[in-house]
């Protein structure tokens, strides 16, 4: 897989999979313009790149502002000359005091509800309905967005994510068949439990070995292994694979749940 000629925007590549997206892709050719809501990583992400010898520029930008996600498509085409590679990864419980991110349906409050769709599935829509035109211009493009397996099976507890990821698996593959003709390919993947500062900031110490008990590999994912997978789906070698849903998971939703015949 290589990159070279093409610039590409990471939304929260500031760290996790983003970060390892990001990286990735200016290891093997790219520009990339890393955006993140915290300036700080955005700016060590970019310095890691250039250290390596890459290309790279920091952008600060709230994905939940429409303004913001404006500005960040038209800054990586102005500095970066294009944009071939959208990945919409940015996402992140809301903090508000006395709400919790997890609660069952009828317990979940509406504005953890509304916040989490808007982090998680309109600014993807948003993202992909500006990036559509300057792709549409170049006649050609790819994007990624991170969905979930919480978003093609329900977990207990956290409905307002199930629904956005899901949202973002039904979005994917809408404009997947509404712009294959002008050469712009969209895909998502769906991450199982990965190793990132989201899900160690979610889960108590205890949730983490469950997972390594659920997931057949026995680990958690890391997130260079997500971004090979994105990175895939953005190069060339995945000229003909749009409006899919990639799972990468360790095999853990592999299994029907049922009780094991055999020792795990």
Known sequence: MRF??????????GSGIGRATAKGFAARGGAVAVADINGDNANRVVAEITAAGGKA????????????IDMMISRTVHELGRLDFLHNNAFGFSAMPGVSAVAATADTDDRMWNATLDVGLTAVFRAIKRAVPVMRAQGSGSIVNTASISGLYA??????????KAGVVNLTRVAAIEYARLGIRVNCICPGAIDT???????????????????????????EEMANVILFLASDLA??????????????????????????
């Open 57 to 68: 520029i920091a952008i600060i930008a709230d994905v939940t502002r429409s303004g913001d």
């Open 4 to 13: 070279e000629g093409k610039a590409g925007l990471v939304t929260g590549a």
């Open 197 to 223: 500062p989201l899900l160690a900031g979610a889960a108590q110490p205890a949730m983490l070995k469950k997972f390594n008990e659920v997931i057949p590999m026995g680990r958690l994912g890391r997130p």
């Open 239 to 264: 000229s003909f694979v749009t409006g899919s849903a990639y799972v990468a998971d360790g095999g853990q939703t592999a299994k029907t749940g049922s009780p094991s015949f055999l020792p795990e």
């Open 155 to 164: 977990d207990y507890g956290i409905v307002a994510y199930n629904a956005a």
